[in-house]
């Protein structure tokens, strides 16, 4: 049993005993429930058996097929345009947008983040904390093709835990590693000093992704930008807790 049971950990257990008279579910000790794992079991009428001194948690489009490349046409402002200049470049098919445009410099800044996730991950010794980090930079790349292809994004979910448990977690820490909020100071390490400074790039794309998709049709990359700062946040946490036990 893992130390955070997720959704999707109650219902792998609940497929596994579907033919089974078992109307309780045990928790391990140290082991905590998210909220979704919680009412997951409740929507299914199973009790919850906690350990003797654990308390409970509070319940708190289409791709455009391009023609022969003598006949290529750009389209820029609803006009097309055989030449492509400088200024601009590809926003979808043979579809420009200019390089300053706020959703080309969220993509940048998308790109920027993976490329500094990685080399984080590179220098990161613990391999939980550095599967993690790279499990974001995949998360981020779905973004990407999402966006690129017009596609939504669906079952959005990190280290198996939903977005909403993953910020369930970063607001309770207490709760799920006996880590309370924290300051960060000089002498934690180089490796929360570096998950913070991913923390609050991950705040500052929001902000990009906020003003690239400012007409309500993309809520599910501004949604997934916002949780991404809650997930470093999480993992710095985890940090916290591994050097604590230390």
Same mark, same amino acid.
């Given at each position: 049993?893992?130390?955070?049971? &997720?959704?999707?950990?109650?219902? +792998?257990?609940?497929?596994?005993? +579907?033919?089974?008279?078992?109307?309780?579910?045990?928790?391990?000790?140290?082991?905590?429930?998210?909220?979704?794992?919680?009412?997951?079991?409740?929507?299914? &009428?199973?009790?919850?058996? /906690?350990?003797?001194?654990?308390?409970?948690?509070? !319940?708190?489009?289409?791709?455009?097929?391009?023609?022969?490349? =003598? $006949?290529?046409? /750009?389209?820029?402002?609803?006009?097309?345009? %055989?030449?492509?200049? %400088? /200024?601009?470049?590809?926003?979808?098919?043979?579809?420009?947008? $200019?390089? %300053?445009?706020?959703?080309?410099?969220?993509?940048?800044?998308?790109?920027?983040?993976?490329?500094?996730?990685?080399?984080?991950?590179? *220098?990161?010794?613990?391999?939980?904390?550095?599967?993690?980090?790279?499990?974001?930079?995949?998360? #981020?790349?779905?973004? #990407?093709?999402? *966006?690129? !292809?017009?596609?939504?994004?669906?079952?959005?979910?990190?280290?198996?835990?939903?977005? =909403?448990?993953?910020?369930?977690? &970063?607001?309770?820490?207490?709760?799920?590693?006996?880590?309370?909020?924290?300051?960060? *100071?000089? $002498?934690?390490?180089?490796?929360?000093?570096?998950?913070?400074?991913?923390?609050?790039?991950?705040? %500052?794309? $929001?902000?990009?992704?906020?003003?690239?998709?400012?007409?309500?049709?993309?809520?599910?990359?501004? =949604?997934?930008?916002?949780?991404? &700062?809650?997930?470093?946040?999480?993992?710095?946490?985890?940090?916290?807790?591994?050097?604590?036990?230390?």
């Amino acid at each position: 049993m893992p130390t955070i049971i &997720s959704k999707a950990y109650i219902i +792998q257990w609940l497929t596994s005993i +579907q033919h089974q008279s078992i109307t309780h579910f045990v928790v391990d000790s140290g082991a905590v429930l998210t909220k979704d794992a919680i009412k997951t079991l409740q929507d299914n &009428s199973v009790v919850i058996d /906690y350990p003797e001194n654990q308390f409970s948690p509070p !319940t708190h489009t289409h791709t455009l097929e391009q023609p022969d490349i =003598e $006949e290529f046409q /750009y389209l820029i402002s609803n006009k097309t345009t %055989s030449k492509k200049n %400088s /200024y601009w470049t590809h926003l979808r098919g043979n579809q420009l947008i $200019e390089k %300053s445009h706020p959703i080309i410099r969220w993509r940048g800044s998308v790109d920027m983040l993976i490329a500094k996730i990685l080399r984080i991950a590179h *220098d990161i010794q613990e391999p939980s904390i550095r599967e993690k980090l790279l499990d974001i930079a995949t998360f #981020l790349r779905r973004m #990407l093709y999402a *966006d690129s !292809t017009t596609q939504p994004l669906k079952n959005l979910s990190l280290w198996g835990y939903s977005l =909403e448990e993953i910020q369930e977690m &970063s607001h309770h820490p207490l709760i799920f590693w006996g880590v309370d909020h924290f300051f960060v *100071d000089i $002498e934690m390490g180089k490796t929360i000093l570096d998950l913070n400074i991913l923390r609050t790039e991950a705040r %500052s794309l $929001e902000l990009e992704a906020l003003a690239a998709f400012p007409y309500g049709d993309r809520d599910d990359i501004i =949604e997934a930008c916002n949780r991404l &700062s809650s997930a470093f946040y999480v993992l710095m946490f985890e940090v916290k807790h591994l050097l604590e036990d230390k």
